[in-house]
C-alpha cells in the first residue's frame, strides 16, 4: 500500500493500480480526514448502524478477495 501511495503521488496511475488498487480510495480518504475529521466523523454517525455495519463488512470482503486473488495468482 505504501507503494502504491507513493506512486499515485508521483502520477504513476498505472503503477499505483498494480501496487494496490485500494490507494485510489485510500489517499481521498486520508485526506478528507486530515483536512475536516469532524465533518467526516459527523457524516459517519449520521448513518444509521445498518448501513454502517454493512459498509464495513464490504469493505472487509473487498480486501480479503483482494488478498486471495493475488495469493492465488502466485
Known amino acids: 500500500m505504501g507503494r502504491a ?15 494496490h488498487p485500494f490507494a485510489f480510495f485510500l489517499v481521498p480518504l486520508a485526506l478528507g480526514l486530515a483536512c475536516s475529521p469532524s465533518r467526516f466523523g459527523r457524516a459517519w ?3 444509521p448502524l445498518y448501513l454502517r455495519q454493512g459498509l464495513a463488512g464490504d469493505v472487509l470482503a473487498l ?12
Request: charged residues 5%; aromatic residues 14%; hydrophobic residues 55%.
Open 63 to 74: 480486501v480479503l478477495a483482494l488478498w486471495g486473488y493475488r495469493l492465488l495468482q502466485g
Open 5 to 19: 501511495c507513493i506512486a499515485l503521488a508521483q502520477g504513476n496511475l498505472t503503477d499505483a493500480w498494480h501496487y
Open 45 to 47: 454517525l449520521s448513518l
